[in-house]
Structures are given as C-alpha cells and as structure tokens.
C-alpha cells in the first residue's frame, strides 16, 4: 500500500471538511442552531465527535464557516463577473440568478433564514454579518442613484423587503407559492 500523497491527503480532508459543513447545513436549517449539538453533527456527518474538533474548534465556529460560505456564493450570484451592477440588464440578471438559485438551493435558503430569524445567531455572526452586507447593498443603492431613483436607499429596502418575502414564502410552501408568477411580477417592476 503506497502512502498518501499531500494531494491526495488535502481531497480527503476537503471532502471530510465539505460534508461536516453540508451536514451542519441541513441540521441547523431543520433542527434550528441551538437544538443542534455537536454530537448531532458529527452523528449527522457519519465521523467522530473528536474529528469534528479537527475541523471546526466550536459549534460557533461552524455557523461562521457557514455563513461565510453561503454569503460568497451569494456575492458570485450578485454579481458573477465582479463588475457591479451598471445598467438594467445587469439587475434583471441578478434578479433571474436569484429566482433559480432559491429554487434549486432550498436547505442553503432555510439556513440563510434560520439565521436571520433566531438573534441569539445574529449576535453570533454580527461582524460577519455587517461585512457582507456592505458591498451588495451599495452596488445596488449605486445603480438606483445611476437610474435616478428620488430614494434610493428606499427602493433598496423595498427590493430587500420584497426578496425576505419571497424566499419566506416559498421555503415554507414549495409546491405551493406562485414563485415563477412572482418572479415575472418583480421582473416587471424594474424592466
């Protein structure tokens, strides 16, 4: 038997890494942050209560790896070539991401939820939380300033408003909410 390159040791630990933190997803999204202990994790995750110490030194560790995560992938769908958001088609892009991401990334969106919806979570992850909202909510207050909206700051709140509502909605109902109906009628609002 040949011994592990560092390549090939750095996949299992990524894998091992990827799986703690989808199984972390699932249970903090289902089960809430705090119903959730670390034995339920690794349990969930199928490895050790110490292996999970590996990876992660605290619960509260885990949430923020979390979070930073699901709000990178958030900024990819925001703005995926990293140019801001200049013109109407730029929104009407975001826009369309965003419907197909919420509808094809469901547990990601009862995570983001979850967190939004439990304070004891939010103090956990204040500064995170302050870092990562900065850079979308100025590229869009930005863009409604360029389209010389009289608020801008409003019509940012409004949109915010608006997409709180939806992914609420839809999570809690699937099969039910009106989702491609909705997403034309937001559509509409900004063409």
């Given at each position: 038997m040949c011994p592990r390159t560092k390549q090939k040791f750095e996949e299992i630990r990524e894998s091992k890494r990827r799986k703690i933190l989808d199984s972390a997803v699932e249970c903090f999204a289902t089960s809430?942050?705090?119903?959730?202990?670390?034995?339920?994790?690794?349990?969930?995750?199928?490895?050790?209560?110490?292996?999970?110490?590996?990876?992660?030194?605290?619960?509260?560790?885990?949430?923020?790896?979390?979070?930073?995560?699901?709000?990178s992938e958030m900024m990819?769908?925001?703005?995926?070539?990293?140019?801001?958001?200049?013109?109407?088609?730029?929104?009407?892009?975001?826009?369309?991401r965003f419907f197909r991401h919420l509808k094809s990334n469901i547990i990601l969106w009862k995570m983001y939820m979850a967190i939004f919806s439990q304070p004891a979570v939010q103090q956990i992850l204040k500064e995170e939380i302050l870092d990562a909202s900065q850079k979308p909510l100025k590229m869009i207050e930005?863009?409604?300033?360029?389209?010389?909206?009289?608020?801008?700051?409003?019509?940012?709140?409004?949109?915010?408003?608006?997409?709180?509502?939806?992914?609420?909605?839809?999570?809690?109902?699937?099969?039910?909410?009106?989702?491609?109906?909705i997403r034309k009628r937001i559509l509409n609002l900004y063409r």
């Open positions: 809430g942050y705090h119903a959730v202990t670390i034995s339920n994790l690794a349990a969930h995750a199928g490895i050790s209560k110490g292996l999970m110490y590996n990876y992660f030194s605290s619960k509260d560790e885990l949430l923020k790896a979390i979070f930073n995560e699901i709000m990819q769908l925001f703005d995926p070539d990293h140019k801001g958001m200049s013109d109407r088609k730029d929104l009407l892009q975001y826009l369309e930005f863009y409604f300033k360029k389209q010389e909206y009289k608020k801008p700051f409003v019509e940012v709140a409004f949109l915010s408003t608006l997409f709180s509502g939806v992914v609420i909605e839809y999570i809690a109902d699937p099969e039910n909410y009106p989702l491609d109906q």
